[in-house]
């Protein structure tokens, strides 16, 4: 298959899946509130590329929650090209992803993310993830999120949840604070070696994570919630925080490829605490 046309495949599902994704949020804020909408530009002067994010802020669900889309392209700075696979001779990209981070009202509802991106340098693959990171411990939800992401997983690959769980807890730990993020889920990255193989698996992983975030939402939507709760959300909120600035691949990724600052950083909470 052409690579022209993987790259639009790609890049169609990711912007048809940001539509859907938005149309569910809508429905399960009774389409009270609405998205603001930020189209941008990788550089205003050449094409190369940009996309979209959307924001939802101050929702009866959703403290905050942002949608983004891209489909970028240029070179790689020459001190960043190094990290990047296929690009330390040939600086040359294109990248298309999607990206979503929600941050719910009721502190008994987890924060949730999720991405899916395909990166096209000398080497072209797709990576991405799911996670979840409660504030309370809620076994019987993490039971179900967890089989649910292996059940997906099997349909392709026996070996897949295993692998990806544990990068996946290794990738979402805060070295400076010895502790996890949250719960985990799945990161996979460099899955390069069978373009429809791995595009199915990937759509796979954005429907699951529509489906997940629809029954835990709507499971605990009704469930009363106290102050106290609230202030160990906003603690718990400094920690994903801490681990966005500090760790996160996306983020310098978009801050060294001239994205959208914006965008990038829609993943921070509205509101955070430290002791």
Not at 143 to 154: E, V
Not at 176 to 205: A, L, M, P, T
Request: aromatic fraction near 16%; include cysteine; charge should be positive.
């Amino acid at each position: 298959m052409d690579l022209d046309i993987k790259k639009d495949l790609a890049s169609n599902w990711f912007k048809l899946l940001q539509e859907s994704i938005c149309r569910d949020i809508n429905l399960l804020e009774n389409n009270k509130v609405n998205f603001r909408s930020y189209s941008w530009k990788r550089n205003k002067k050449t094409d190369e590329g940009g996309g979209e994010f959307r924001i939802l802020k101050n929702g009866k669900i959703f403290d905050k929650v942002g949608v983004n889309f891209s489909k970028v392209y240029g070179k790689f700075p020459d001190q960043f090209k190094k990290n990047i696979l296929g690009a330390n001779k040939d600086s040359r990209f294109w990248a298309s992803g999607i990206s979503v981070v929600m941050h719910m009202k009721n502190p008994l509802m987890p924060a949730m993310h999720f991405n899916t991106r395909y990166i096209c340098t000398t080497k072209h693959w797709f990576g991405g993830g799911i996670d979840l990171t409660p504030s309370k411990k809620d076994e019987m939800e993490k039971n179900y999120f967890h089989q649910t992401l292996k059940s997906m997983c099997d349909r392709h690959n026996k070996d897949y949840y295993k692998k990806y769980k544990k990068w996946c807890d290794k990738y979402f730990f805060l070295p400076h604070r010895n502790e996890s993020r949250g719960i985990g889920g799945i990161f996979f990255d460099y899955k390069q070696d069978n373009f429809e193989k791995n595009f199915y698996f990937v759509r796979d992983v954005g429907v699951t994570f529509q489906m997940l975030f629809n029954k835990i939402i709507r499971k605990k939507i009704k469930k009363k919630w106290s102050i106290k709760d609230k202030e160990i959300q906003y603690l718990k909120r400094g920690r994903y925080t801490e681990f966005n600035l500090l760790y996160d691949r996306g983020t310098k990724f978009g801050l060294q490829t001239g994205g959208n600052i914006d965008g990038i950083l829609m993943s921070l909470p509205p509101l955070a605490k430290w002791k």
